[in-house]
């Protein structure tokens, strides 16, 4: 499974910027996708994740981009996006795309990494004053 991670760049705060993870190599049958972030001299941190658990899907967010950011995917293309709406300074740093293949992962294993089997290379997103 590849996963290539695209659609960042430099933005004002208050922008829109959608972030793209296409995903190849296998069936699209991931048991959950996420969007992870890490900025300069600080640890990857969870920003969203989409679960699919039987016919139910589950989205989740971290506390400081609710109402923010939404992720989402499409069917016929295997990709995952990420919709960040009215940027913020804070939002800055390296976007990475994960996906989760061999278990079927409880709602608070989203946050962890390790549970993640494939990670994207990574995007920058810049969000200026």
């Known amino acids: 499974v590849q996963l290539q991670a695209s659609g960042g760049g430099l933005v004002q705060a208050g922008d829109s910027l959608r972030l793209s993870c296409a995903a190849s190599?296998?069936?699209?049958?991931?048991?959950?996708m996420a969007w992870f972030r890490q900025a300069p001299g600080q640890e990857r941190e969870f920003v969203a994740a989409?679960?699919?658990?039987?016919?139910?899907?589950?989205?989740y967010y971290a506390d400081s981009v609710k109402g923010r950011f939404t992720i989402s995917r499409d069917n016929v293309d295997h990709t995952v996006y990420l919709q960040m709406n009215n940027v913020k300074p804070e939002d800055t740093g390296v976007y990475y795309c994960?996906?989760?293949?061999?278990?079927?992962?409880?709602?608070?294993?989203?946050?962890?990494?390790?549970?993640?089997?494939?990670w994207g290379q990574g995007t920058q997103v810049t969000v200026s004053s």
């Open positions: 190599g296998r069936t699209f049958s991931a048991n959950a």
């Open positions: 994960g996906a989760i293949f061999r278990v079927r992962p409880i709602v608070s294993a989203l946050w962890t990494i390790s549970t993640y089997d494939y």
């Open positions: 989409m679960r699919w658990n039987g016919g139910n899907v589950g989205r």
